[in-house]
């Protein structure tokens, strides 16, 4: 199965070393590139690709911008977060808008490409360092959850999907999930069941 990619940077050259490291392989196949984050909602659109490697910070529109409007039309798009910074608001900005990965400039060739073939599978890619940041930050947050946050709660708490919640809320199920880990970091819990019953007992969520 071919899996059709397109390649989003505001600088040329990076954009072709992408699409350069890319070539050569017979399951990959780069159908566009995007300069910046508007064209590049206009190219998904137009070509339909399965996964997206986005730069984060561009003119006209950033990566986590173009990330967050793709989806809502074509959420089984995947995107892969391609940069070379990695701040904490950074990382948060770009999961919260439904990326799939986030890595860095540097990671090797082998490594882009299992990550590709990976993403395109439904599997989530981070790099090592991005990956240590975001579960330092979910240890270490507060309790208090956001309004969105409760929002999604209440959604598992009626029984709803995570698809249904996307639905209910007008956001991906990506965005659903995302959320969904940061409850589970703030209160301390790794399932969907016990994120409730612990919410009910700490008053967090008073009323279903």
Known sequence: ?????VVVDDHPVVRAGIVGLLAGEPDLV???EAADGEQAVALVEREEPDVVLMDLRMPVL???GATERLLRTRPATR???LTTYETDADILRAVEAGASGYLLKDTPRDELVA????VAHGETVLAPSVARRLVEQLRHAPERLTPRELEVLRGVARGR???QIGADLYITEATVKTHLLRVFGKLGVDDRTHAVTVALERGILPSL
């Open 79 to 81: 995107v892969v977060v």
């Open 161 to 163: 999907t995570n698809a």
């Open 115 to 118: 990550a590709v073939r990976a």
């Open 62 to 64: 950033d990566g986590a």
């Open 1 to 5: 199965m071919t899996t059709r990619i």
């Open 30 to 32: 780069v159908v566009g």
